[in-house]
């Protein structure tokens, strides 16, 4: 049995759209939330029509829209905008990853949005923030990492900058709007005040530089790119074993000890140009090379058990294949299938938190377009006579 999740009763207002913004509310309907999508009539989210799918419906948007309820409004028509005034004062939480400015521009200022609802937490993700001078620019994920830096540290030192495969920055932000709305939700309970929070793509990814920033602010030196060398740890990274690679990661000095026990190589502590992590990286080549000269004596799974059992970290290099048919994986739940009436079963990412231990249900398949306006404005006290002229006049 799960337990009651942590945001049952909890109204999400979804006005967000492609990856970020619904990363966010995924998060908090994954945790109980009700979640609202609203979404343009006859054109909807334009990840419905992204990715791989089977059966007319695409994979990439059933996995980040579950667990959420589907409505059509047109936010152009004065009557759509006044059902979404009601929504809001209705909800506890409205997450938009509009740039700055659009939802005052409808109407909905801060002061407005305090007016029909003094209690309500918006959630605001932008490219580059609610300020500045790139403020009103265009943004993705790409643009993010081009521009935090993150980029210029990605990849080989002799190989032009590198972007990460999956787009971090989105799902940087959608966790930080996530975490951001759960904050404000406790805050409303403590003072009756929700207000705002906002995060950007790229405040969010450069807040992920970590020890490649703080290195930077301590010393003002452009680090390079390192590839898959640790860039203050040695040794650190891919070693060529008698039949592939595997990593290593022997971070601090009792790990690489246990390294060298482990490779029957204790000969290198006597030498003096190791006898340190800093000479170590300041000699990676020559360190990495005594390594693999080790490490190619034998098999990839001879090492994996004779590394691991030293209390040494490695792993191999996995592709998805291996990765989701790993026993660790499946026994994480970290692929769940979902039955989608109409289109059959699928597989999809399941949620990586677990509460007191516990993986989190799926309650609900990602919603066709509109499944659920009838319901949400019933809810809202429109009778079905109303419905149908809304739908004539293209409202919803």
């Known amino acids: 049995m799960n337990p009651e999740l942590p945001l049952s009763g909890i109204r999400v207002l979804d006005l967000t759209r492609v990856l970020s913004g619904p990363f966010c509310s995924m998060l908090l309907g994954d945790l109980g939330a009700d979640i609202i999508k609203v979404e343009t009539p006859g054109e909807g989210d334009t990840v419905r029509h992204q990715g791989a799918g089977r059966e007319g419906l695409s994979w990439y948007f059933a996995n980040y829209n579950r667990n959420k309820r589907s409505i059509t409004l047109n936010l152009r028509s004065e009557e759509g905008r006044d059902i979404l005034a009601r929504l809001i004062s209705r909800s506890e939480v409205l997450v938009d990853n ?113 020890f490649i920033a703080t290195d930077y602010l301590a010393t003002a030196r452009v680090p390079p790119r390192t590839g898959n060398d640790h860039p203050i740890a040695a040794p650190y990274g891919l070693f060529r074993t008698a039949d592939g690679e595997i990593a290593i990661a022997p971070a601090g000095e009792a790990m690489y000890q246990r390294l060298l026990r482990a490779l029957d190589a204790e000969a290198l502590r006597e030498r003096p140009e190791f006898a340190t992590n800093a000479l170590r990286a300041a000699n990676r080549a020559t360190i990495n090379t005594e390594i693999e000269a080790r490490t190619k004596r034998e098999t990839s799974a001879h090492w994996i058990r004779v590394l691991n059992e030293a209390g040494v970290p490695c792993s191999p290099v996995m592709n998805l294949e291996q990765v989701f048919a790993d026993p660790q994986v499946v026994e994480q739940q970290s692929v769940v299938t979902v039955e989608h009436p109409g289109h059959g079963a699928v597989a999809m990412l399941g949620s990586a938190l677990r509460i007191d231990g516990a993986s989190l249900p799926l309650r609900r398949p990602a919603p066709e377009l509109g499944e659920h306006t009838e319901e949400v404005l019933q809810g809202l006290g429109f009778s079905a006579a109303q419905i149908d002229q809304l739908r004539e006049r293209g409202v919803v």
């Not at 993705?140 to 830096?149: E, L, P, R, V, Y």
């Open 98 to 210: 509009y740039r700055p400015g659009v939802l005052a521009a409808m109407g909905f200022t801060d002061a407005r949005l305090h007016e029909l609802n003094s209690g309500l937490v918006r959630g605001s993700i932008t490219g580059f923030g609610d300020t500045g001078p790139y403020r009103d620019r265009p943004s993705f994920d790409f643009i993010a990492q081009a521009m935090s830096g993150f980029m210029s540290v990605n990849g080989a030192a002799d190989q032009p900058p590198m972007r990460s495969g999956p787009p971090v920055s989105d799902l940087i932000a959608g966790l930080y709007a996530a975490l951001g709305v759960v904050a404000g939700l406790l805050r409303e309970g403590r003072t009756g005040h929700g207000g705002s929070v906002s995060v950007s793509l790229t405040g969010g990814l450069i807040s992920f530089l970590s």
